[in-house]
């Protein structure tokens, strides 16, 4: 009977275990599956480099929202490529970005490699600042009063950037010239850039009025002015065939910009935090519920960052960028603002990058095949710009 007694306990004991470890798996799984909703301890944000208005941007808002969402929020600046890269690669979870975040859903320009193509950029928040995000200045030295006066003049152009070379493009088709009428002069990086304009080594370069780096080009030796952009039908029509997500805009500040006055310039929606489609739902709910919860806050302590005030950014245009986030949607809809416009145009935006990235998949395929039958590389680069120009309707310049 003993013997008996102590071989069920030997059982009981065993199923104990058992039963122990199971439920401790099934609370191991648990906790980790709360975990991943979870944000992570630093958050890596990416951005242009110091000077740049998308690095205040970005330095302003992550010093208020980090104590908001319980997470150390690293600055990581890059020109536009390689923030794409470190979104794509997870070295960084979102990003401070300006027209880049269109040309990298198009696949277009420096996208054009097998490496990338299309890319699943997501908007988080818009921005529409009262001062041009983007527009074109020159020394006052150069002799530039409009843009037709860019024609033999050299524009500071960053290597690894698409926007640039495609603002320059728009800026002279708007005065009936093209790329071939200017001398590009590349630099490494956007400080390297404004370092140039500020020294006089170029007569003109892109920049957000309210940057860091605009302010002391305009305090400096060779002066700043802004090219003025105004709102001539034909030449806005040349304008925006390159960028459509382009707009005429009267800045009202800024560098080059006295008090009380107004100058017609290029704008567009900036700046704009932005994602890969990836980022989970509650990671990306998360974030724009701390950005609506601290707006005030943000605006108070840099008021460029008026740009991203609800009223004034959230517009079905800045669609046009990109589409919003799934999560940053859901926030949104709970708070009353996403209408039936929106969802018409995120639906749109959406269905057309699925359209570009499909495409761009057979036309790799395309490729391969090619150059195992040919012996003979294809050039994806150029053969990428005339599918996007004859399928999907773009306009690119020469070059690009």
């Known amino acids: ?43 890596f944000w990416a951005t242009k480099d110091v000077g740049t208005g998308l690095y205040q941007t970005a330095a302003t808002m992550s010093e208020i929202l980090a104590p908001e969402l319980g997470s150390k929020i690293r600055l990581i600046p890059g020109n536009d490529l390689e923030i794409n890269i470190m979104m794509r690669q997870g070295r960084a979870h979102l990003a401070c970005w300006g027209q880049d975040a269109f040309w990298s859903g198009t696949g277009l ?11 699943p950029t997501r908007l988080l928040w818009p921005g529409i600042p009262a001062a041009s995000g983007g527009t074109i200045i020159a020394t ?15 524009l500071a152009n960053v290597i690894g950037s698409t926007q640039f070379y495609l603002m320059y493009a728009a800026a002279l088709a ?17 400080g390297a850039k404004f370092r140039a304009f500020i020294e006089g080594k170029v007569d003109a370069c892109s920049s957000a009025l309210n940057a860091a780096s605009s302010y002391e080009a305009e305090a400096g030796p060779y002066g700043l002015s802004v090219v003025p952009f105004p709102p001539d039908k034909e030449a806005w029509d040349r304008l925006t065939k390159i ?22 310039t290029m704008q567009y929606p900036w700046p704009v935090i932005v994602c890969e489609a990836g980022m989970s739902d509650d990671f990306a709910y998360t974030m724009v519920k701390a950005i609506h919860k601290k ?7 840099w008021s ?3 740009a991203i005030r609800i009223e004034k950014a959230f517009v079905p245009g800045v669609i046009g960028m990109a589409p919003f986030h799934s999560g940053a949607v859901r926030y949104f809809k709970e708070i009353g603002i996403w209408k039936p416009d929106f969802e018409a145009a995120n639906q749109k935006k959406l269905e057309s ?32 710009t005339k599918i996007m120009t004859k399928e999907f309707g773009f306009v690119l310049p020469k070059g690009f």
Not at 140 to 154: E, M, N, Q, Y
Request: charged share 25%; aromatic share 10%.
């Open 304 to 306: 460029q960052l008026e």
């Open 140 to 154: 006052k030295t150069s002799g530039i009063k409009t843009p037709a006066d860019l024609k033999g003049k050299k």
């Open 353 to 384: 990058m699925a359209a570009w990235k499909a495409r761009w998949d057979k036309f790799l395929e395309d490729v391969e095949q090619q150059e195992r039958a040919t012996k003979k590389k294809v050039n994806i680069k150029d053969e990428w």
């Open 174 to 190: 708007y005065a009936g010239l093209n790329i071939d009428d200017v001398k590009l002069v590349d630099f490494s990086s956007d």
């Open 109 to 119: 320009g420096v996208y054009a490699t097998p490496a990338f193509g299309p890319q």
């Open 1 to 43: 009977m003993h013997k008996r007694n102590h071989g069920k306990s030997r059982k009981l004991i065993v199923v104990s275990i058992i039963a122990a470890f199971v439920v401790g798996a099934t609370a191991g799984l648990k906790e980790s599956a709360a975990a991943a909703t979870q944000l992570p301890r630093t958050i």
């Open 295 to 301: 707006l005030d806050t943000m605006i108070a302590a």
């Open 243 to 264: 960028v459509p997500f382009f707009f005429p805009y009267q800045s009202t500040e800024g560098a080059g910009i006295k008090k009380g006055e107004a100058v017609w």
